[in-house]
T-cell receptor, first 113, second 112 residues
């Protein structure tokens, strides 16, 4: 199994600012993903983080708002740009291990005022 | 594209009663199926998964699920629930090489 850590675990930010969330996996993985979980909702896929190339975004999510980096096989970042209160959510990093099992980080709880 | 429908948004049950949480999926190709649990203010935990083989899958905490290809279902069951099973349960589907797609979740509330 893979153990995933995220930093920060939570943050309170002002409208119009940006926050970068870091995700570290304890082993090399081929696929990494970013999800959003709005209050009381399910998980929505934001993008697939591709190593060495641009992320693949889902419908409704754009690179200018959610730039993603993945410089190697164990690390990725998600930036939430020009934040508004509607961006208040839990952001989860996820990684695909062997045997098609997908692991999740503990999440970053973001509140935008 | 695949999708997941969890047929019940809330399921209230009494302690020691059996429970079934229903999940249907839609996909034009073979998929892998998962159930995750999220306890209040905690992260996601994998309950069980179906990748291939036996259609009856056993998971942690006494849960099991049955893959039914003809009905495109993957219902989660437990013969006797505990108060501690109160949580949000998510059914998810995945095609090879793509990300997990989640259903909207089912809130299981167990009372005494």
């Amino acid at each position: 199994s893979a153990v995933i850590s995220q930093k920060p675990s939570r943050d309170i930010c002002q409208r119009g600012t940006s926050l970068t969330i870091q995700c570290q996996v304890d082993s090399q993985v081929t696929m990494m993903f970013w999800y959003r979980q709005q209050p009381g909702q399910s998980l929505t896929l934001i993008a697939t983080a591709n190593q060495g190339s641009e992320a693949t975004y889902e419908s409704g999510f754009v690179i200018d708002k959610f730039p993603i980096s993945r410089p190697n096989l164990t690390f990725s970042t998600l930036t939430v740009s020009n934040m508004s209160p509607e961006d208040s959510s839990i952001y989860l990093c996820s990684a695909r291990g062997a045997y098609n099992e997908q692991f999740f980080g503990p999440g970053t709880r973001l509140t935008v005022l | 594209a695949q999708s997941v429908t969890q047929l019940d948004s809330q399921v209230p049950v009494f302690e020691e009663a059996p429970v079934e949480l229903r999940c249907n999926y839609s996909s034009s190709v073979s998929v892998y199926l998962f159930w995750y649990v999220q306890y209040p203010n905690q992260g996601l935990q994998l309950l069980l998964k179906y990748l291939s083989g036996s259609t009856l899958v056993k998971g942690i905490n006494g849960f099991e699920a049955e893959f039914n290809k003809s009905q495109t279902s993957f219902h989660l069951r437990k013969p006797s629930v505990h108060i501690s099973d109160t949580a949000e349960y998510f059914c998810a589907v995945m095609q090879a090489g793509t990300a997990l797609i989640f259903g909207k979740g089912t809130t299981l509330s167990v009372s005494s």
